[in-house]
């Protein structure tokens, strides 16, 4: 929770090395590995067990299910937050590469 509000808060860019290592992504492999990597992946899952793995899948899922509402929550208030007064000035801020000037008191 910790690295999620300090990446969350702050807009840093992260680099795959970056998100593999903090736990962000599972895998992080160069472009030209990429089509090698996603192969043997999907090789290894599907020669594995599959009632095991259709197991293990469900009871992951049931962990994102009970999670819904937060997610269905923290969606709506993105939405929100693109559509309020400061949305404009950060995709400004970005195009004339400099710092955005958010007023604290603008509604």
């Known amino acids: ?24 992504v599972s895998l992080a492999v160069p472009d030209e590995d990429l089509q090698a990597r996603a192969m043997d992946v999907a ?14 899948k469900y009871a992951l899922n049931n962990w994102l299910r009970a999670a ?3 997610f269905d929550a923290s969606l709506g208030m993105e939405f929100l937050g693109f559509t309020g007064h400061e949305a404009p000035e950060g995709a400004a801020a970005l195009r004339g590469k400099r710092p955005p000037r958010f007023s604290p008191d603008a509604v």
């Open 43 to 56: 090789v290894r899952l599907a020669e594995g067990a599959p009632n095991a793995i259709r197991w293990t």
């Open 68 to 70: 819904g509402p937060i």
């Open 1 to 24: 929770m910790a690295k999620a509000k300090y990446h969350l808060l702050l807009c840093e860019p992260v680099t795959g090395l970056e998100a593999e290592r903090i736990g962000l």
